[in-house]
């Protein structure tokens, strides 16, 4: 069973960082794509940002300058390191992975969601 654990979100001021991170519990066989999507208050979830294991990454024109995506996948975690926040990012913040565990097939698997809120 694969399991999306996320951490790293809470408030924090306008101009400010945060660093989030999800790791992938379970036997993983191949990492595809990781991400990151959100989903604010009265919104449609959105892409923020994917990657593959080899780096092509994928950003939201509203985020690319200011947030990095990466993946250690000695830890099968992806990060997602947030500059600059601003009002216009407070979410809720999905993991997100399209993978394969051992004895499975290549699958969509998502996190829980983490509470991400700029504010003053």
């Known amino acids: 069973q694969v399991q999306l654990v996320e951490s790293g979100g809470g408030l924090v001021q306008p101009g400010g960082s945060l660093r989030l991170s999800c790791a992938a519990s379970?036997?993983?066989?191949?990492?595809?794509?990781m991400g990151w999507y959100r989903q604010a208050p009265g919104k449609p979830r959105e892409l923020v940002a994917t990657s593959t294991p080899g780096g092509r990454t994928n950003y939201a024109d509203s985020v690319r300058d200011r947030f990095t995506i990466s993946i250690d996948l000695g830890k099968n975690t992806v990060y997602l390191q947030m500059n600059s926040l601003e009002p216009e990012d407070t979410a809720v913040y999905y993991c997100h992975a399209d993978l394969r565990a051992w004895g499975t097939s290549r699958n969509d698997y998502w996190g829980q969601g983490t509470q991400v809120t700029v504010s003053s």
């Open positions: 379970g036997t993983i066989a191949v990492i595809y794509v």
